[in-house]
């Protein structure tokens, strides 16, 4: 699945030797916590939370912006969106 995989998500775990995949931190969000990628980003480039939620910063921010995912002809349900890609993303 790693070779299959369209967005190049997938790797193999350096420990477990399994093909394994973001979980967006799920050991995070149980406690409340951000992704940690979210966390530490110096540019503020990601923003985590739901979509459908009017208060939530990631609600107001796909409404105020024109968002896409990778490759939407492949019909994968991705759960990572982009604001204002403007070309083919690789």
């Known amino acids: ?29 149980v406690r409340g916590l951000l992704p940690v990628c ?18 939530s910063p990631l609600g107001r921010f796909t409404r105020m912006n024109k968002i896409h995912v990778l490759k939407p002809s492949l019909n994968t349900d991705p759960k990572v969106y982009y604001a204002n890609l403007d070309g083919e993303v690789n």
């Open 38 to 55: 979210v966390e530490v980003c110096p540019k503020q480039a990601r923003i985590f939370g739901d979509m459908k939620s009017i208060a």
């Open 1 to 29: 699945c790693i070779q299959a995989c369209p967005y190049g998500a997938r790797y193999l775990h350096p420990l477990t030797r399994v093909a394994d995949k973001c979980t967006f931190c799920y050991h995070r969000l």
